[in-house]
């Protein structure tokens, strides 16, 4: 069943929406910014947690974000996902600060950091998940990407690395054994509102066998509607800089919560 799944991107410590393709990893002269909040992070975990929509993903571009990160997790414990720098050496302890009384943990998201010198690195999972007790429901796995020559590779780096590790059925079925979700950001696409990589949802549908959510691209009320017939449900869509809780004008943030209780 597609869903709409929501995200706090945060960049130097405030909740933002950027062009995905504008990050660098020398300087922010090139950055362009839809919209920064003047809310704290922990103001979106509340209003997700009050509408139950789970499983937001928490975004750290870049440093300065520890702390907003944590006051998202600690606004909603057990409801989010979080990710961005997240290596076996702290993976364990960010679970800990999106846990609830109950012991529900949140999950952490990785990317970076399993393509060293942009290869993919099987050891780097596998000491992720050692970190986390071999609990790969603890784990979502990032793979934003980028075109290139008509195929999709995963990029690095705040996207500006593309590595050699493409997206296709095989590498898919290569990872899903060792997490319990992706996330994929069309990165060519992410914050520019000119409608969702059509070919990449449906191919994610045909090669995924564990929830998949997409980001990138999404306008309207209506791409949910798009989403859900060209992954037959499969897919979920995150909306971002369309939002209007984000500053934008495309899609009520009301009508996304509807949405999913209709589904």
Known sequence: MTRFRPCIDLHAGSVKQIVGGTLST???SSLKTNFTSEHPSAYYAALYK????????VIMLGPGNDDAAREALAAWQGGMQVGGGVTEKNAA?????GA???SISCCVII???LFPESKFSLERLQAVLKALDGNKDKLVIDLSCRRKDDKWFVATNKWQTI??????QESIALLEPHCSEFLIHAADVEGLQRGIDHELVSALAGWCSIPVTYAGGGRSIEDLE??????NGKVDLT???????????????EDCVKWNQQQ
């Open 239 to 253: 909306i971002g800089s369309a939002l209007d809780i984000f500053g934008g004008a495309g899609v009520k943030f």
């Open 50 to 57: 009050t509408h139950e929509l789970h499983g937001a993903h």
């Open 226 to 231: 798009l989403v859900k017939s060209l992954s």
């Open 111 to 113: 990317t970076s950091y």
């Open 100 to 102: 609830d009384k109950a």
């Open 93 to 97: 302890e960010w679970i800990k600060a």
């Open 163 to 168: 590595t050699d590790f493409e997206l296709n």
């Open 26 to 28: 020398t300087s922010d």
